[in-house]
Structures are given as C-alpha cells and as structure tokens.
C-alpha cells in the first residue's frame, strides 16, 4: 500500500478544527478523524497557542498545546536561518499580500518538501499552487 502524500497544516486550520463557532469546524473535525501524515512548523504551534491565550484564556492555549502533543501524525519542523531567509526572500516576491513570517516560512517548505495540499483557510498559502483542503 502507498504512503499518504504530506499534508502541511496551517494555524488557521488547527483553529477550525478545535473552535465550533469557525465557520469550517465541521470540515476540518472530519479531516482529523482520519489524517494523511501531516506537517506544520512551531511558529503555527506558537500562532495557535497565542491565539487561544488572547481569545480565550491559558487554559484553552494549555489545551491547544495539548492536542498538538496528541496528534500523532503531525511532525513539527522548526524554522531555522535557511528557513526564514527563504520567507524573507517569499515576502518580497509577494510583497503586495499582507502575509505573515509563519505563512511564508509554511510557503517555503511546501515547495521544498514537495507537499501540494494545504489544510488552511487562508488564501495566502496557495499562491505558489498549493491545493487548499477548503477549495477541494
């Protein structure tokens, strides 16, 4: 039987999927049931945790940390200098976008790994061509 493809996974992703009231809750719940290997970096840990802190509160930022802990078929890649240099070099090329550090690192390794679906709401991660789980 043949390996999975990679997926990369977005912060945006990881809220809809924890938050009901995201309008794509039901959408990504049904991903994570079942998930191909999946691929995201500490700077989406690091989003997601700060964006539960400052909606919520440290108890459902604990949680979130949690669940990334939990979730077996996610491996997390740190950026590093060639990493971010690569995002940097991204964020010029795409300079008329307001596109984050963390998206533009996520751009990059998408092409460098290879992977062509992206589990995101956010349109910025496909403008190198990278399917969108929502646009599927």
Aim: net charge positive; aromatic share 8%; hydrophobic share 45%.
């Amino acid at each position: 039987m043949a390996k999975s493809p990679e997926a990369y996974v977005d912060t945006s992703a990881l809220i809809a999927f924890l938050d009901r009231s995201d309008t794509h809750h039901a959408l990504f719940r049904q991903a994570f049931a079942q998930p191909p290997p999946l691929v995201t970096t500490s700077l989406v840990v690091g989003e997601g945790q700060a964006w539960f802190l400052r909606r919520y509160d440290r108890t459902r930022a604990l949680q979130f940390l949690s669940m990334i802990e939990d979730l077996k078929p996610l491996k997390i890649l740190d950026a590093g200098k060639q990493e971010v240099a690569a995002a940097t070099t991204l964020l010029r090329k795409f300079s008329d976008q307001d596109m984050t550090l963390t998206d533009a690192v996520g751009l990059y390794l998408m092409k460098a790994r290879k992977i062509r679906l992206c589990w995101s709401t956010d349109f910025h991660l496909s403008l190198t061509g990278v399917t969108l789980l929502i646009d599927r």
